[in-house]
């Protein structure tokens, strides 16, 4: 059996696709996940299974509509999908860098270098971001509420289906993993 990380894409932000953590977790052990944790409110659930990262994610999203009645993507990561976070984050590698302006948007295909092209990064300068498979580095130069290179923008360039969070979270989810 081995351990699961599930993003959950836009639930409890702004009032909208609000579900309990607790209720999300009951629910989840109902369909036959073991060791169900979730991480804050804003959709980071671990879970045990012998199925496949795909299928994982196809349950969870089917269950999830079945109960709630809402309709969220749903990104299933390995451990090794967060430790090459770190290791291939181009961001960390800079001097008196703030991480508080880091972050990584996790998407549903692999990505090519190239597709940075298509994302027309220079029209949000001061921000940056980087291709690196299936994540995409971001450097806010002031922080993510304050930008125009948001998750729904680099979903409708590229064609796919992400979800973003900060490197705080992120390392805080690794660590869970260790758990």
């Known amino acids: 059996m081995a351990t699961h990380l599930a993003l ?30 979730t991480y804050l409110q804003s959709g980071n659930v671990f879970v045990d299974s012998e199925e496949e990262a795909s299928k994982i994610g196809f349950m969870i999203k089917q269950e999830i509509f079945k109960v709630f009645g809402h309709e969220v993507p749903v990104l299933v990561l390995s451990k090794k999908d967060l430790e090459l976070s770190f290791a291939n984050n181009p961001y960390l590698k800079e001097k008196d860098i703030d991480i508080k302006r880091l972050y990584i948007v996790f998407v549903s295909i692999a990505l090519k ?12 300068k001061p921000d940056e971001a980087s291709i690196d498979e299936n994540r995409i580095f971001i450097k806010y130069a002031v922080g993510a509420g304050k930008t125009r290179l948001e998750l729904k923008y680099i979903e409708k360039k590229l064609n796919v289906i992400g979800t973003m969070r900060n490197l705080n979270t992120i390392t805080n989810l690794l660590k869970m993993y260790e758990e």
């Open 8 to 37: 959950l894409r836009g639930i409890n932000v702004s009032g909208h696709n609000m579900m309990k953590m607790e209720a999300l977790k009951t629910m989840l052990e109902n369909i036959g996940f073991k060791n169900v944790r």
């Open 113 to 124: 270098k190239e597709h940075i092209h298509d994302l027309k990064i220079s029209q949000f």
